[in-house]
C-alpha cells in the first residue's frame, strides 16, 4: 500500500491494487531459462500468483529437476534461443517474457567468448524480434551488474558509465542496449533489472563455474576445503533470490500495480541488497551456520574478476517500489539449510 493513502483512500487504492493483480493474473507469462535456479524459482512465483506460464530452457546448464514439483503445471518446452522458429511459437500470446535465459559465469567466458556471445547477444536478439512480432507487452531482462566493471565508485549506480572487463560482462550489457533499442525503435516495453550476485535454493553447485556460495556451502556441509581465488578481501552485494523475484514480479507491470511504462521502458534498474560483503567473512559467517572446522585455501585470482560491488537500490524503489524482502544473513540460513536437505536426500 502507497504511504500516502490512508483511511477510505488506503482501502480503495487497496481494492484497486487487488483489482489489477487479479486481471492481470489471466495472462502467460514467458520464462526463458525456465530450468535454471533463477527462472524456475521466478515460475513457482508466478504461478503463485495464478498467472499462466509458459518456459523454454535448452538445458545446457539448467536441469529438469529444478522443475519437478510444477512441470504438471507450465507448457515447458526444450528450445534454444538461437532457434527462431521455436522463439516465435514460444512468443504467441504472451503478455510478459522474463529473460532469464543466458551462459553465465565471467571465467567461462573468457575461456569461450564465442558461446558467451552466441547464447547472450545472438540469442537475446533473437528472442527480442520474437517477442516484438508477437506484440508481447513487456521484456524483463536479466542484466548483470558485472556491467559496472572495475570503476572505484561504490555504491554503483545507474547513471555510471559501464566499464565492462569480462566478455560475459560484455554481452549482458550488449543485451541490455538491444532491450533499450527495441523499445526506442520498435516501442517494445523492456526493462534492465542489473542482478548483484543471486544466490539461493537450487544454484548448481558442482560445475566450476558455480556461484561461489553454491560451491562454499556445498563444499562446507560435505566437509570438503573451499578456495577463495585472491586474498579474499573481494566484496559481493549478494543477493538472496527472493529479491530478485520480487523485483521481477515489480518491474513486469501491472502484476503489482506498479512500473508504469513511462516509468520503466527502456531504462536500467539495479536489484540487489545494497550491502555488501567480503569473501572471507562470508566464509566465517558460514562456518558459523554449517559447523564447518576445517580449514580454507587461496589460489590465484581469477582473470577478468572484479574486486568490490555494492548497488545503490534507490533507482528501482522510486520507479516501483523495490525494496530486498530477505537480508543476506537470513538468505545465507535458508540457502544452507536447503542444501542440507538434499545432501542428506543424496541429490547434491
Ligand atoms: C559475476 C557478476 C554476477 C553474475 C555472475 C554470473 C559481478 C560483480 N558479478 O559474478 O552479477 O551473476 O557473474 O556468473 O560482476 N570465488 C572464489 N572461489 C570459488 C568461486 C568463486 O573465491 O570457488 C570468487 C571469485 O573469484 C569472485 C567471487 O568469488 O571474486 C564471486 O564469484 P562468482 O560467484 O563466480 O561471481 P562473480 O564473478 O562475482
Known amino acids: 500500500m502507497r504511504s500516502d493513502a490512508v ?28 530450468a535454471g535456479f ?42 534454444d534461443l538461437l532457434d527462431p522458429a521455436a522463439m516465435a511459437s514460444a512468443c504467441v500470446g504472451v503478455d510478459c517474457v ?11 567466458s573468457v575461456i569461450d567468448p564465442v558461446a558467451s556471445n552466441q547464447a547472450n547477444v545472438d540469442g537475446t536478439l533473437n528472442l527480442l524480434i520474437a517477442a516484438r512480432d508477437a506484440k508481447v507487452r513487456r521484456v524483463v531482462y536479466a542484466a548483470s551488474s558485472s556491467a559496472y ?15 565492462p572487463i569480462s566478455p560475459y560482462a560484455v554481452a549482458k550489457l550488449t543485451g541490455e542496449l538491444y532491450m533499450r533499442s527495441f523499445y526506442r525503435v520498435y516501442g517494445l516495453e523492456t526493462v534492465c533489472l542489473r542482478y548483484f550476485n543471486v544466490f539461493g535454493p537450487r544454484q548448481a553447485p558442482n560445475s ?41 514480479l515489480l518491474a513486469s507491470g501491472p502484476l503489482a500495480a506498479g512500473a508504469p511504462a513511462e516509468k520503466v ?49 534507490t533507482r528501482a524503489e522510486s520507479a516501483f517500489g523495490y525494496r530486498p524482502v530477505v537480508n543476506f544473513e537470513e538468505g545465507l540460513r535458508r540457502t544452507v539449510e536447503w542444501y542440507r536437505e538434499q545432501i542428506a536426500a543424496g541429490r547434491a
Do not use: W
Open 7 to 34: 483511511g477510505e483512500g488506503a482501502c480503495l487504492q487497496s481494492a484497486l491494487d487487488s483489482t489489477l493483480i487479479y486481471d492481470a493474473s489471466m495472462a502467460l507469462q514467458l520464462v526463458t531459462g525456465i
Open 38 to 79: 533463477i527462472g524456475s524459482a521466478l515460475a513457482r512465483a508466478l504461478l503463485a500468483e495464478g498467472h499462466q506460464v509458459r518456459g523454454i530452457d535448452n538445458l545446457a546448464t539448467g536441469s529438469m529437476s529444478n522443475l519437478s514439483e510444477i512441470i504438471d503445471q507450465i507448457d515447458f518446452r526444450q528450445a
Open 98 to 108: 522474463f529473460h532469464e535465459a543466458a551462459l553465465p559465469s565471467v571465467p567461462r
Open 149 to 163: 566493471g572495475d570503476t572505484p565508485t561504490l555504491p554503483k549506480h545507474e547513471g555510471m558509465t559501464p566499464n
Open 208 to 248: 566450476p563455474y558455480s556461484g561461489v556460495l553454491a560451491k562454499f556451502i556445498t563444499n562446507m556441509l560435505k566437509g570438503e576445503t573451499p578456495t577463495i581465488y585472491g586474498d579474499g578481501e573481494q566484496s559481493r552485494d549478494f543477493t538472496y533470490i527472493d529479491n530478485v523475484v520480487r523485483g521481477n
Open 265 to 313: 521502458a527502456g531504462e536500467v534498474f539495479n536489484c540487489a541488497c545494497g550491502e555488501r560483503i567480503t569473501l572471507n567473512q562470508t566464509a566465517e559467517m558460514l562456518r558459523g551456520i554449517t559447523g564447518y572446522t576445517g580449514p580454507v585455501e587461496y589460489a590465484q585470482d581469477r582473470s577478468g574478476d572484479i574486486k568490490h560491488s555494492l548497488a545503490d537500490i
